[in-house]
T-cell receptor
Framework: GQSLEQPSEVTAVEGAIVQINCTYQ??????LSWYQQHDGGAPTFLSY????GLEETGRFSSFLSRSDSYGYLLLQELQMKDSASYFC???????????FGSGTQLTVLP | GAGVSQSPSNKVTEKGKDVELRCDPI?????LYWYRQSLGQGLEFLIY????????KSGLPSDRFSAERTGGSVSTLTIQRTQQEDSAVYLC????????????FGPGTRLLVL
């Protein structure tokens, strides 16, 4: 089966850097995505890695190591608005459906 | 342009009733996905449509669940004889094509089965 593991909660202060890790076990894996979801809102796409290495998009960066079945999301210069749930999602299969982790609740403190 | 829209936003029903949930994908997006999210959980894949191809139904949890997509655009997810464990947020997503990595999600339908 497909499974992803990520921490359930992370807390950090404004201006800090936080890393959310994700390990996965999927067959037919082709890439790792990250989505942000605020309470009551829809998931929104943040980043995607198909190849090993770091992808940077503004304050957010994502990393993938295929050999380790591991990735992380790095959030820099944290802002209060970054408080949300963050999901890693492994893409697999011909339908490219996403298998989501259970999510990491990030709380940013003033 | 408009994003993915879903209706109704909230639905309360009695156990045993049938419900229909609607999704309007982004215009021009050929791929459409349905997911289910239980409280505090990740998203569970249900079904996938790509153009006029046969849908991938591998994620549907039981034969009480079905979905169709008319004209390659609007999709309806139907749950027959609802059970309390069907209570969840049902999310629809679309992408420009099957190989596009970014999926755009709608706001979801919050279903409560009493």
């Amino acid at each position: 089966g497909q499974s992803l593991e990520q921490p359930s909660e992370v807390t950090a202060v404004e201006g800090a850097i936080v890393q959310i890790n994700c390990t996965y076990q999927t067959s037919g894996f082709y890439g790792l995505s990250w989505y942000q979801q605020h309470d009551g809102g829809a998931p929104t796409f943040l980043s995607y890695n198909a190849l090993d290495g770091l992808e940077e998009t503004g304050r957010f960066s994502s990393f993938l190591s295929r050999s380790d079945s591991y990735g992380y999301l790095l959030l820099q210069e944290l802002q209060m608005k970054d408080s949300a749930s963050y999901f890693c999602a492994a893409g697999s299969g011909s339908a490219r459906q996403l298998t989501f982790g259970s999510g990491t609740q990030l709380t940013v403190l003033p | 342009g408009a994003g993915v829209s879903q209706s109704p936003s909230n639905k309360v029903t009695e156990k045993g009733k049938d419900v229909e949930l609607r999704c309007d994908p982004i215009s021009g997006h050929t791929a459409l996905y349905w997911y289910r999210q239980s409280l505090g959980q990740g998203l569970e894949f249900l079904i996938y449509f790509q153009g006029n191809s046969a849908p991938d139904k591998s994620g549907l949890p039981s034969d009480r669940f079905s979905a169709e997509r008319t004209g390659g655009s609007v999709s309806t997810l139907t749950i027959q004889r609802t059970q309390q464990e069907d209570s969840a947020v049902y999310l629809c997503a679309s992408s420009l094509r099957r190989t596009q990595e970014t999926q755009y999600f709608g706001p979801g339908t919050r279903l409560l089965v009493l």
